[in-house]
T-cell receptor, first 109, second 118 residues
Framework: LAKTTQPISMDSYEGQEVNITCSHN???????ITWYQQFPSQGPRFIIQ???TKVTNEVASLFIPADRKSSTLSLPRVSLSDTAVYYC??????????FGAGTRLTVKP | NAGVTQTPKFQVLKTGQSMTLQCAQD?????MSWYRQDPGMGLRLIHY???????DQGEVPNGYNVSRSTTEDFPLRLLSAAPSQTSVYFC?????????????????FGPGTRLTVT
């Protein structure tokens, strides 16, 4: 059964590193793991994507273990403007794709 | 470039009414898709298209129709609205240049349409 699971919410303080994990047991062999950020009253926005090991860009890192059954989005030194909902998207066999329910990150001063 | 645009921003319908949600993109993307977003459930794929004249069903297609006559436009039709279709609807597009899974590409989302069915 295709299911993408992530924590409902997380709290952090400015300047801390935040790690959000997504579980995806039956990911398709040839698919990527993609993370999106969404602010209130806006559409989701692409953050980062990876297939295996580690990917880093100017805003985040993505860690994917060898079995690819989970992935971890890492946000270094968060600020108040990182308060948002973060979604994990994974593809499964038969061209099925599922977003997680989203993790609401609240960054406090 | 305007990116992905959606109209209207808000809509209230009575049960049984029909309407069309409009979506347009100016990035010459081949892939377009429609999602609905409900509290606690993330985004769920309704229908998608990999090019003009080609559409397919996603996870929750019942009650919705789509067509793709041009690369730019991908309207979503509700033929007989039901309260269960109250949701926020997002349209997205992506290049899909390699012909792979829709989820493998960076998708560009529109600002959404908030629909209420009473």
């Amino acid at each position: 059964l295709a299911k993408t699971t992530q924590p409902i919410s997380m709290d952090s303080y400015e300047g801390q590193e935040v790690n959000i994990t997504c579980s995806h047991n039956n990911i398709a062999t040839n698919d990527y793991i993609t993370w999106y950020q969404q602010f209130p009253s806006q559409g989701p926005r692409f953050i980062i994507q990876g297939y295996k090991t580690k990917v880093t860009n100017e805003v985040a890192s993505l860690f994917i273990p060898a079995d690819r059954k989970s992935s971890t989005l890492s946000l270094p030194r968060v600020s108040l403007s990182d308060t948002a909902v973060y979604y994990c998207l994974v593809g499964y066999n038969n061209n099925d794709m599922r977003f997680g329910a989203g993790t609401r990150l609240t960054v406090k001063p | 470039n305007a990116g992905v645009t959606q109209t209207p921003k808000f809509q209230v319908l009575k049960t049984g009414q029909s309407m069309t949600l409009q979506c347009a993109q100016d990035m010459n993307h081949e892939y377009m898709s429609w999602y609905r977003q409900d509290p606690g459930m993330g985004l769920r794929l309704i229908h998608y298209s990999v090019g003009a004249g080609i559409t397919d069903q996603g996870e929750v297609p019942n009650g919705y129709n789509v067509s793709r006559s041009t690369t730019e436009d991908f309207p979503l039709r509700l033929l007989s609205a039901a309260p269960s279709q109250t949701s926020v609807y997002f349209c997205a597009s992506t290049s899909g240049a390699s012909g792979g899974l829709l989820s493998s590409y960076e998708q560009y989302f529109g600002p959404g349409t908030r629909l209420t069915v009473t």
